[in-house]
């Protein structure tokens, strides 16, 4: 080594200077910068797996359900072959069903009601005797002019009526060619009268009552009703509007 390579010159001792002195921290800083990569890497790993986990359990709870629901069908299907119930019977008969709840429930007026109780009566063959005209849709009250006009109670209080969307038809006893139905549904009940009106003019939802009852509705052979009971079901009326 020559003399001129041993002499250090000012730059390169100042150069050598800075980086004795700032060695640990450049060493620092490449640790922190490669960690920051390393987390970066291990978030999105993270991510990742967590997206996977979710979908995982997303898949599972869907499978379950699926199984849950297989298996109720599987349970109401040998209820129902023990009962000896025939499935195309059931379909013609709950159609039937339907349209007699339809007609009993929807009417808005005194006149509309009395027209769906006699719809009823010729349809389904009820009287007056029947315990459904007797004690769930008796006729309806009602003043009467010289004239002859009625002025229904209905009309005067401004009511309506009509079915619900819930509606639940179930067999519950087959005794030889008979089928006895239990059939829970919502009766929406509302007003006829002008809506309100709120603070700033504008009119607001006329309210309505929803109730659930329940009928016990008996058919024939022939698809032809039998029997027809019905009673507000347990609970409170619910409030909308």
Do not use: H
């Not at 499978?63 to 109720?72: G, L, T």
């Not at 008969?93 to 808005?108: G, K, P, S, Y």
């Not at 459904?132 to 009250?141: I, K, N, V």
């Amino acid at each position: 080594m020559t003399m001129a390579e041993m002499i250090e010159t000012p730059e390169q001792t100042q150069k050598q200077g800075f980086s004795s002195r700032n060695r640990w921290v450049l060493v620092l800083g490449a640790m922190v910068a490669v960690g920051g990569c390393l987390a970066g890497i291990s978030a999105a790993d993270q991510s990742q797996a967590v997206a996977s986990q979710t979908a995982q359990i997303t898949q599972l709870r869907q499978d379950a359900a699926s199984r849950q629901a297989k298996i109720e069908q599987t349970t109401a299907q040998n209820a129902s072959r023990a009962l000896g119930v025939s499935d195309s019977r059931v379909k013609k008969d709950t159609v039937e069903i339907q349209q007699l709840l339809a007609m009993a429930f929807r009417w808005n007026s005194g006149n509309a009601y009395e027209t769906a109780r006699a719809t009823l009566k010729s349809r389904f063959d009820l009287t007056e005797e029947d315990a459904f005209l007797q004690s769930f849709m008796p006729p309806a009250q009602f003043n009467q002019d010289r004239s002859g006009k009625r002025y229904y109670y209905l009309d005067a209080i401004g009511l309506n009526s009509k079915l619900g969307s819930n509606v639940d038809i179930e067999v519950v006893e087959v005794s030889a060619t008979n089928y006895r139905y239990a059939v829970m549904a919502d009766t929406v009940v509302g007003s006829n009268g002008p809506a309100a009106i709120d603070a700033q003019g504008n009119p607001m939802p006329k309210p309505t009552a929803t109730r659930r009852v329940l009928i016990l509705v008996t058919t024939d052979v022939t698809g032809r009703l039998t029997q027809m009971i019905g009673f507000p079901a347990s609970g409170e009326t619910r409030q909308s509007g």
